[in-house]
């Protein structure tokens, strides 16, 4: 029987190259945010076009980080797709926002940009002030970000892409001028952390805060 996917096969074309990689992290013994984390940022970033990149433990942290970066408050609403991992939903509670679920498309699954203004009324209707949308991109296609992307900016949202299952290399979405998009190492480079890009260096210093804990800020006064 032919396996579905054949790890074993895949990795023998790559395996010298990871056993030097992992030996140098067991060589210079810095496990936690070593300098092949920043390596990996900056050939990220140049990839995928945008300022910055931060490497995440996971594409739910990604996300909650994106939240946290963009100010989103509790009450607020956020348009997510009805049909998605529940990631992309849950994190809003965490925060105490309100997802306000939008209908997909038939043949893609991601949001449909038609139903936008719907979303947009009913969550007003009842009181909820939304001040985001984040797309989903699956089935390694990524939503139609250019209409999307006119709903956000007509209506003063930021966007945000949970790229996870889509393909980075269809769509640059920072070209589209989108404030933060998350991609996945897990799902494409058989890696260990997820990526959040973005282009504001403000939302990114604030980004770096929170994901450190603050350990950056002491750091840098230790050092200074």
């Known amino acids: 029987m032919i396996p579905f996917i054949d790890l074993n096969a895949q990795q023998k074309l790559i395996r010298d190259k990871i056993d030097k990689r992992i030996n140098q992290v067991l060589d210079h013994g810095q496990y ?15 990839f995928t076009g945008s300022k910055y990149v931060l490497c995440c433990s996971s594409g739910t942290d990604a996300l909650l980080l994106s939240l946290l970066g963009l100010k989103i408050k509790p009450g607020e609403g956020v348009i997510v ?3 998605t991992f529940a990631s992309s939903a849950e994190v809003m509670p965490l925060l105490g926002a309100i997802p306000i679920f939008i209908d997909v498309k038939r043949d893609t ?18 009181g909820i002030n939304v001040k985001g949308i984040m797309t989903v991109g699956l089935f390694g296609q990524p939503a139609e970000m250019d209409l ?15 790229n996870t299952f889509a393909s980075p290399i269809n769509q640059n979405p920072i070209d589209l001028g989108i404030d933060l998009v998350i991609h996945s190492a897990t799902k494409y480079l058989s890696g260990h952390s997820d990526i ?19 350990l950056n800020l002491v750091l840098k006064m230790i050092t200074h």
């Open 148 to 162: 999307i992307n006119d709903f956000a900016k007509n209506n003063n949202l930021v966007s945000i892409i949970d």
């Open 32 to 46: 936690i945010l070593g300098p092949e984390v920043k390596e990996l940022e900056d050939r990220l970033s140049s």
């Open 196 to 214: 959040l890009a973005g282009s504001v260096s403000g939302t990114k210093k604030k980004i770096e805060i929170i994901k450190s804990s603050g």
């Open 81 to 83: 797709p009805a049909f």
């Open 109 to 126: 699954f991601n949001i449909d940009p038609t139903k936008l203004s719907d979303s947009l009324k009913s969550a007003k209707d009842i």
